[in-house]
Structure formats: C-alpha cells, structure tokens
C-alpha cells in the first residue's frame, strides 16, 4: 500500500465534477476516472488489475482524501516548509517522467547492446587472472627476512602469513587472495603480479602504501568473458544510465545558466 499511497496525490488533484463518483468524502468527490486513473498507473509498475486492488485503492483514495481535507483546515498546506516539499515533489515527478519519456523516444537497442558486449569483449581478449597469497609486513628487513625462509622452504607460506601478515582481510586464509586480474592490485603490486610465474615468488618484497608485501602467484588463468545473455541486464541499465547522463549533460549545456 505504500506505493499507492505516494501516488494518491497526484489523482486526487483532478476529479471532473460530472464524472461518476466512487465515494465522497464531506461532499468532496473521489471520481471513478480518477480512480481508472490510479489503476493504470499501478499497471504500468506491474500490478494487476482485480477487484482487490480497487477496493484497496478505493480505501486508500478515501483515506488520503480524509487526511487532505484535515491538513487544509490546519492551513498545514500554507506552511512553507510543506510549500517547499510540495515543489520538490512537483520537480521530482516531473524529472522522473522526463527521463522516462526520452528513454521511450531513445531506447537502447539490441544492436546497441550486441556492438558494446562485443567492445568490452575485445577488451577482455589476452587479459590474465590470477590467484594471489601475500603476506603484509611493515618493514624491509622483516620481508627480507620471510622470503628467505620461503625460498630455503624451511616454512609454508600460508604458515607465514597467518604469523605475520598485517593484512586482516587474508592473513586468516594463510594470505590468499580471490581471483582478480592485475589490475584490481595497487601498484607495484599489480606489475610484480604480471611478472612473476605461475607457482612462484616474487623475486623481492614489493612496497606500496600499505608496506611491504612478499607475494606469491599460485597459478593463472585467462579472464573467462560471461555470454551475451548474462551480462545482457546490467549492459542495458548501464547503457540507460548513460544515456541519461548525456541527455542531462545536453540540457544543461543548452540552458542559460548565469
């Protein structure tokens, strides 16, 4: 019922006189149009239209009507702060409808949706994965000191890091890192990922703003593209966005601003 609720006001305001009324309310009336009104746009957020849904739509009507006629006899309605309210609403409706009404005249096609899919899948062609242990320390000579053990195999990295990492997002899982391409990494990070090989260390301790991490590549993989179908959802309302954003961007570069 809250959905109904928001959008009681917008109908209540046009109620033709000589149009069958559903109920009135201390002789006000609440109009059958205004109520087909209502319905429709309740069907266009994908409600159904049933006996149920007017009756509580009628009940709804009643109420909202009941509530209005109580704010105007306070002169709640001549209060600034409802005045400004009633605008920035007024705005907001508006706004919404315009953005909607340009998606409808502009929308994104599946020829649209086919060409980006295929530009962010070249993109993605060659990019590599990888699955990454690190262990976090805060100075040179301790990083120093971990990596020899490492590489003298005198103790298990993921031994290692639940001792020493400072990082408390992976010291816990022995420093293991989801899969992610370099490029989610800080540099230097993400090149002395890219340059070490599968199943080995990094030849030295990397420092970043973080401190200083000893990094091991457990194993690589090519960035899998998902299909088509998949992405397809959030390509299109990504696509909406931006066109939106440009659509706003023209309007304002027209308007006389001073």
Same mark, same amino acid.
């Given at each position: 019922?809250?959905?109904?609720?928001?959008?009681?006001?917008?109908?209540?305001?046009?109620?033709?006189?000589?149009?069958?009324?559903?109920?009135?309310?201390?002789?006000?009336?609440?109009?059958?149009?205004?109520?087909?009104?209502? %319905? =429709?746009?309740? @069907?266009?957020?994908?409600?159904?239209?049933?006996?149920?849904?007017? !009756?509580?739509? #009628?009940? &709804?009507?009643?109420?909202?009507?009941?509530?209005?006629?109580?704010?105007?006899?306070?002169?709640?309605?001549k209060d600034?702060?409802?005045?400004?309210?009633?605008?920035?609403?007024?705005?907001?409706?508006?706004?919404?409808?315009?953005?909607?009404?340009?998606l409808k005249?502009?929308?994104?096609?599946?020829?649209?949706?086919?060409?980006?899919?295929?530009?962010?899948?070249?993109?993605?062609?060659?990019?590599?994965?990888?699955?990454?242990?690190?262990?976090? %320390? =805060?100075?040179? @000579?301790?990083?120093?000191?971990?990596?020899?053990?490492?590489?003298? !195999?005198?103790? #298990?990295? &993921?031994?290692?890091?639940?001792?020493?990492?400072?990082?408390?997002?992976?010291?816990?899982?022995?420093?293991?890192?989801?899969?992610?391409?370099?490029t989610n990494?800080?540099?230097?990070?993400?090149?002395?990922?890219?340059?070490?090989?599968?199943?080995?260390?990094?030849?030295?301790?990397?420092?970043?703003?973080?401190?200083?991490?000893?990094?091991?590549?457990?194993?690589?993989?090519?960035?899998?593209?998902?299909?088509?179908?998949?992405?397809?959802?959030?390509? =299109?309302?990504?696509?909406?966005?931006?066109?939106?954003?440009?659509?706003?961007?023209?309007?304002?570069? #027209?308007?006389?601003?001073?």
């Open positions: 019922m809250k959905r109904i609720a928001m959008l009681t006001a917008a109908i209540l305001i046009a109620s033709p006189v000589l149009a069958q009324n559903i109920a009135t309310v201390n002789g006000k009336a609440i109009t059958q149009k205004s109520m087909d009104q209502f %319905v =429709e746009l309740l @069907k266009g957020q994908g409600a159904t239209d049933s006996p149920e849904l007017r !009756k509580q739509v #009628k009940e &709804e009507m009643i109420n909202r009507q009941v509530m209005v006629q109580a704010a105007e006899k306070e002169g709640i309605a600034a702060n409802v005045v400004t309210e009633l605008e920035l609403a007024r705005q907001g409706i508006l706004v919404r409808a315009l953005m909607a009404d340009y005249k502009n929308a994104i096609s599946d020829a649209d949706l086919k060409a980006e899919y295929d530009k962010l899948k070249k993109a993605e062609e060659g990019v590599m994965e990888y699955r990454v242990r690190h262990i976090l %320390v =805060e100075d040179e @000579k301790n990083a120093n000191d971990i990596l020899a053990k490492l590489k003298n !195999k005198s103790d #298990k990295f &993921e031994d290692l890091a639940k001792k020493n990492s400072k990082d408390p997002g992976s010291a816990d899982k022995g420093g293991e890192l989801d899969w992610a391409p370099a990494y800080v540099e230097p990070f993400a090149e002395a990922v890219k340059a070490t090989a599968k199943g080995a260390l990094a030849d030295k301790p990397v420092k970043t703003q973080f401190g200083w991490h000893i990094i091991e590549v457990e194993d690589t993989r090519p960035v899998e593209i998902p299909s088509f179908d998949k992405v397809r959802p959030q390509m =299109e309302e990504r696509m909406r966005q931006q066109t939106l954003a440009k659509y706003q961007q023209a309007l304002r570069d #027209k308007a006389k601003i001073q």
